[in-house]
Structures are given as C-alpha cells and as structure tokens.
T-cell receptor, first 114, second 110 residues
Framework: AQSVTQPDIHITVSEGASLELRCNYS??????LFWYVQSPGQGLQLLLK??????LVQGIKGFEAEFKRSQSSFNLRKPSVHWSDAAEYFC????????????FGTGTKLQVIP | DTAVSQTPKYLVTQMGNDKSIKCEQN?????MYWYKQDSKKFLKIMFS???????INETVPNRFSPKSPDKAHLNLHINSLELGDSAVYFC?????????FGEGSWLTVV
C-alpha cells in the first residue's frame, strides 16, 4: 500500500532563513509526488509535482523539491522564507485517474518568526 | 471565478440531523472527489467519481452518500450526523495528474 511520512509535525524558522521540509514515501511503482500548501482556513494549493524527468522540480512561490529514488524522499526546499509562507504543508504520493488515488502525509506546520 | 466551489463553508448542526454539502467545478474535469480532513489535519479520500460513476469508495459509513447529477457536480449528503463527523470536507476535481481542491466546508456537530 502506498504511504507518505512527514516526520516533522511542526517547524519554526526565521524569516529569510532557508527551509527544508522532509517527505518519505512508499509506493509500488514509479511514484507521482506532490506538495500542497494549506493556509489557515483555506483549501489546498498545489506547489509542485513530480512525474518523471529532472529530479529537481521547481514550483510556485519560489519552492523546489528534489526526488531521490534511493532514499524514497521528496523534500521541499526554499532558500529564503517569507512570513507569508507560514502554513501547513502536505506531501502526497500516488496517481490520478480511474481506481488510482493520491495519499497524503499528515502535514508539517511551518511557523515563521521575524 | 472559483474553479472548485463548495457550499456551505461553515455548518454547525446537532447530532442526528441530516445535512448536505454541495460542490461544483467549472474546469470541465471528468473526475471529482470528496476528502475528509480531521482535527489532526489528516486528509483522507472518501469518494471518487468519474463522469458521474462511483470509482473509489473508501471505508466510509453508509450514512455518507455522494450524489453526482452531472460531471460538474458532486454533492455529499450525510444522514444521522455524529460528533465524530466533525471535520473539514474538501471537494476536488482532477484532470491529467493534478487535483484541484475547493476551499473546504467546516462541519461541526454538537
């Protein structure tokens, strides 16, 4: 069965500092991987996705993620965090369409301090 | 224009009541979903419909009944609400390999 682990429940970083959110997955085939962001009281917005090709994926809002098959990881990074990045971040794995489904991790809450 | 819209956004109701959440997408997608996010933010798929046909039905109590009158709409009806049904319910749709979420419906059962 597919699964996603986000080992960090809560991360606090200073504004302007770099950020890395960890994601490990378990999937029986070549994974489709996603990162979503959820601001308080809002829905989920897609930051980026990986299907194939270049293992370093660029997303919106200055985020990037790197797929490492050997480590079953898909960590999200941002070189300089802004206060508006404070939100909940969800990693997800799976495929879309037919009987396939996407499984989400439990999320990492990011707090940004001045 | 909101791509995936769901109503109501907030709903407070008593145990035992029956309630519905409506969802509409204007993206022309064939597939729609309902997800449930619990108090610990865990997001789990409940149902998936493709062209009005039920594709995925996770282990959800049969008090929950989705209805898709056409491929742009997927409504969720909940009978005999229980305290444990309190959660955020997200409607979503997909095309290709991307899921687009609505803004959520916050359901509180008292």
């Amino acid at each position: 069965a597919q699964s996603v682990t986000q080992p960090d429940i809560h991360i606090t970083v200073s504004e302007g500092a770099s950020l890395e959110l960890r994601c490990n997955y378990s999937y029986g085939a070549t994974p489709y991987l996603f990162w979503y962001v959820q601001s308080p009281g809002q829905g989920l917005q897609l930051l980026l996705k990986y299907f194939s090709g270049d293992t370093l994926v660029q997303g919106i809002k200055g985020f990037e993620a790197e797929f490492k098959r050997s480590q079953s990881s898909f960590n999200l990074r941002k070189p300089s965090v802004h206060w508006s990045d404070a939100a909940e971040y969800f990693c997800a794995v799976g495929a879309i369409g037919g009987y396939q489904k996407v499984t989400f991790g439990t999320g990492t809450k990011l707090q940004v301090i001045p | 224009d909101t791509a995936v819209s769901q109503t109501p956004k907030y709903l407070v109701t008593q145990m035992g009541n029956d309630k519905s959440i409506k969802c509409e997408q204007n993206l022309g997608h064939d597939t729609m979903y309902w997800y449930k996010q619990d108090s610990k933010k865990f997001l789990k798929i409940m149902f998936s419909y493709n062209n009005k046909e039920l594709i995925i039905n996770e282990t959800v109590p049969n008090r929950f009944s989705p209805k898709s009158p056409d491929k742009a709409h997927l409504n969720l009806h909940i009978n005999s609400l229980e305290l444990g049904d309190s959660a955020v319910y997200f409607c979503a749709s997909s095309a290709g390999n991307t899921i687009y979420f609505g803004e959520g419906s916050w359901l509180t059962v008292v």
